[in-house]
């Protein structure tokens, strides 16, 4: 079973270039999010999305744009990047969102910017 | 302003002894507080969840037990194994509307079982 995959495992940026961090779940789960974690801190929801055509905005949006074209990927685009975005990125997929579902994370993107 | 609060960053326990790891709240809106473990270089993975409407909720070697007047969370994990070394994130999910659920972890413990 692959459960949650996330590619690229590790991505080096410049400043000001764009990228694309893939996620894809087998699991024909309906939600699905993005978290990034800093040193020291909790995983923060960047964006989220309850279905196929919905996406909504987390706690950290700016700087990421998503979308949802089908139940199964759910890409995030870093349209320029910053040093700030440097961290770990990690996408997740509940097969409902009850508040206590249990969410299935990828193995995470660890993204530096220089 | 930190919704969830994990202030220890680290624990040391003996193998065989209990491990308690503390997590504390300060939004009263939360529905349900969570559990997750994570090993380096891997994604964080459900532990134990408890409904805000229960006290206590036990699967195996951990339990957790919830204090809403005091705003508090522990989990407990007996026995502690080495293999339960893992970095332990408190989590806490409320209706953001229209039937949507956030999660909004805290910043994690890491917990080492000495052999």
């Known amino acids: 079973n692959a459960g949650v995959t996330q590619t690229p495992k590790f991505q080096v940026l410049k400043t000001g270039q764009s990228m694309t961090l893939q996620c894809a779940q087998d699991?024909?789960?309906?939600?699905m999010s993005w978290y990034r974690q800093d040193p020291g801190m909790g995983l923060r929801l960047i964006h989220y999305?309850?279905?196929?055509?919905?996406?909504d905005q987390g706690e950290v949006p700016n700087g990421y744009n998503v979308s949802r074209s089908t139940t199964e990927d759910f890409p995030l685009r870093l349209l320029s990047a910053a040093p700030s975005q440097t961290s770990v990125y990690f996408c997740?997929?509940?097969?409902?969102?009850?508040?206590?579902?249990?969410?299935?994370f990828g193995q995470g993107t660890r993204l530096t910017v220089v | 302003d930190q919704q969830v609060k994990q202030n220890s960053p680290s624990l040391s326990v003996q193998e065989g002894r209990i491990s308690i790891l503390n997590c504390d709240y300060t939004n009263s809106m939360f529905d349900y507080f969570l559990w997750y473990k994570k090993y380096p270089a891997e994604g964080p993975t459900f532990l134990i969840s408890i409904s805000s409407i229960k006290d206590k909720n036990e699967d195996g070697r951990f339990t957790v037990f919830l204090n809403k007047s005091a705003k508090h969370l522990s989990l407990h994990i007996v026995p502690s194994q080495p293999g339960d070394s893992a970095v332990y994130f408190c989590a806490a999910s409320a209706d953001s509307g229209a039937g949507s659920y956030q999660l909004t972890f805290g910043k994690g413990t890491k917990l080492s079982v000495i052999p």
């Open positions: 999305s309850v279905g196929a055509g919905i996406t």
């Open positions: 699991m024909n789960h309906e939600y």
């Open positions: 997740a997929s509940s097969l409902v969102w009850t508040g206590n579902t249990e969410a299935f």
